[in-house]
């Protein structure tokens, strides 16, 4: 089983759909983030999770919605996208405490229609 | 801000060559930096990092980079690449958050491509 779990790994939606990538670490991490890889662009961070709670919000459009039920999953909830928000959603997951060493999922690969 | 540039987008190395990637960052303390490689429709997987001490570092897959501070470098080496280096690398500074945790600034990448 690998650390960081992502799924789907493919995702097409229209803009009115509504969906969820899903994220689970099992490396007993006790932090989360949501990253965006766009095409020649760095990438982005999201969102952070710190022991369930969120810590950092980089100023992400409502559209996007995380929830951490628990130290281990994470999810980012889709709505009324654009197409511009097509990219590749990196989970990752670190130690707090530690040297801030990430380790991530392969991502989500996210098209909108 | 915390910030890491990367300035070449792409690099072409013969098998067997040796490589050098460059990254630079700007951070007002002690950084701690890392590099990760990404090999297509993959995730990121860490190769190296620098916290402290020895300013080279050693990583996995042959790779090792320098930590200069008087040049705000932490350049990325192998001696002989093979055609599965063939990747994405991308070169990353830590920026601490209030809660004592830490997050990654990425620089733009550089992605390498192996010629025969």
């Known amino acids: 089983e690998t650390g960081v779990t992502q799924t789907p790994r493919h995702l097409v939606m229209g803009m009115t759909n509504k969906k969820s990538l899903k994220c689970e670490q099992h490396?007993?991490?006790?932090?989360m983030y949501w990253y965006k890889q766009s095409a020649k662009k760095p990438l982005e961070l999201m969102f952070v999770?710190?022991?369930?709670?969120?810590?950092e919000n980089n100023s992400v459009p409502s559209r996007f919605s995380p929830e951490c039920p628990n130290s281990s999953h994470l999810f980012l909830h889709l709505h009324t996208l654009q197409p511009e928000d097509s990219a590749l959603y990196l989970c990752?997951?670190?130690?707090?405490?530690?040297?801030?060493?990430?380790?991530f999922g392969e991502g989500s690969r996210l098209t909108v229609l | 801000a915390q910030s890491v540039t990367q300035p070449d987008i792409h690099i072409t190395v013969s098998e067997g060559a040796s490589l050098e990637l460059r990254c630079n960052y700007s951070?007002?303390?002690?950084?701690?930096l890392f590099w990760y490689v990404q090999s297509p429709g993959q995730g990121l997987q860490l190769l190296l990092k620098?916290?402290?001490?020895?300013?080279l570092v050693q990583g996995i897959k042959g790779f090792e980079a320098e930590f200069k501070r008087s040049q705000s470098s932490f350049n990325l080496r192998k001696p002989s690449v093979h055609w599965s280096d063939a990747a994405e690398y991308f070169c990353?500074?830590?920026?601490?958050?209030?809660?004592?945790?830490?997050?990654?600034?990425f620089g733009t990448g550089t992605r390498l491509l192996v010629s025969p």
């Open positions: 620098y916290f402290s001490g020895d300013t």
């Open positions: 990752a997951s670190s130690q707090g405490g530690g040297t801030g060493e990430l380790f």
């Open positions: 999770y710190n022991f369930k709670e969120q810590t």
């Open positions: 951070y007002g303390a002690t950084p701690y």
């Open positions: 490396l007993g991490h006790n932090a």
């Open positions: 990353a500074v830590g920026a601490p958050l209030d809660t004592g945790f830490q997050k990654l600034v």
